[in-house]
């Protein structure tokens, strides 16, 4: 048993590392406020974190996670629910480091050991010039119905003159 350990070791390093990989920044971390208290464990917590859309630089997608306490959320072997909420706002002037397609992943993250993961997505509605945002979760076999959605007009940032329009990047 410890021998085919050890032949798949090598492979789930692989895996993991790929997975990691696929994420370009790690969020950054606001606040969390607790929300059910546990004895000796780790409290239940919701977990607001903030990540920068990597191609389309002046724009912040906010969102809020549930993490699990216990002694499974301690271990790291909590399967997270899937409701998280996301909030994209302007910052800055917008401007977009190149093309991109309808539903490209902006950011993901595993909520579970190997079945679940977070994804945003960004979109672009070309005829009002807005970039949609949605946040949803995926299981490998059944899939979630939870997601939730925001959106951000592009306007002009003070003085800088005519706003970009989405459109224009779309591949």
Same mark, same amino acid.
Request: charged fraction near 25%; aromatic fraction near 8%; include cysteine.
């Given at each position: 048993?410890?021998?085919?350990?050890?032949?798949?070791?090598?492979?789930?390093?692989?895996i993991? !590392?790929?997975?990691? +990989? +696929?994420?370009?920044?790690?969020?950054?971390? @606001?606040?969390?406020? *607790?929300? =059910?208290?546990k004895?000796?464990?780790?409290?239940?917590?919701?977990?607001?974190?903030?990540?920068?859309?990597?191609?389309?630089? !002046? =724009? &912040?997608?906010?969102?809020?996670?549930?993490?699990?306490g216990? #002694?499974? !959320?301690?271990?790291?072997?909590?399967?997270?629910? /899937?409701?998280?909420? @996301?909030?994209? $706002?302007? =910052?800055?002037?917008?401007?977009?480091? !190149?093309?991109?397609?309808?539903? %490209?992943?902006?950011? $993901?993250?595993? $909520? *579970?050991?190997?079945?679940?993961?977070?994804?945003? #997505?960004?979109?672009? %509605? &070309?005829?009002?010039?807005?970039?949609?945002?949605i946040?949803?979760?995926?299981?490998?076999?059944?899939?979630?119905?939870?997601? /939730?959605?925001?959106?951000?007009?592009?306007?002009?940032?003070g003085?800088s003159?005519?706003?970009?329009?989405? &459109? %224009?990047?779309?591949?």
């Amino acid at each position: 048993m410890i021998r085919a350990f050890v032949r798949v070791l090598p492979v789930l390093v692989c895996i993991l !590392g790929l997975a990691g +990989a +696929a994420q370009a920044q790690e969020p950054e971390l @606001i606040f969390k406020k *607790s929300t =059910v208290w546990k004895f000796l464990t780790p409290d239940d917590k919701l977990a607001t974190y903030v990540i920068d859309d990597p191609l389309v630089q !002046g =724009v &912040a997608c906010y969102y809020t996670v549930p993490e699990k306490g216990g #002694v499974k !959320g301690m271990l790291g072997v909590a399967e997270e629910v /899937s409701d998280i909420s @996301i909030a994209c $706002r302007q =910052v800055a002037p917008i401007s977009f480091e !190149g093309k991109f397609d309808q539903g %490209d992943v902006v950011y $993901r993250e595993s $909520r *579970s050991l190997i079945f679940k993961k977070m994804q945003i #997505v960004r979109g672009c %509605d &070309a005829k009002r010039n807005v970039l949609v945002y949605i946040v949803y979760s995926d299981r490998l076999i059944e899939g979630s119905p939870k997601n /939730s959605t925001t959106s951000v007009p592009i306007m002009p940032w003070g003085t800088s003159g005519e706003a970009p329009k989405c &459109a %224009d990047y779309l591949k």
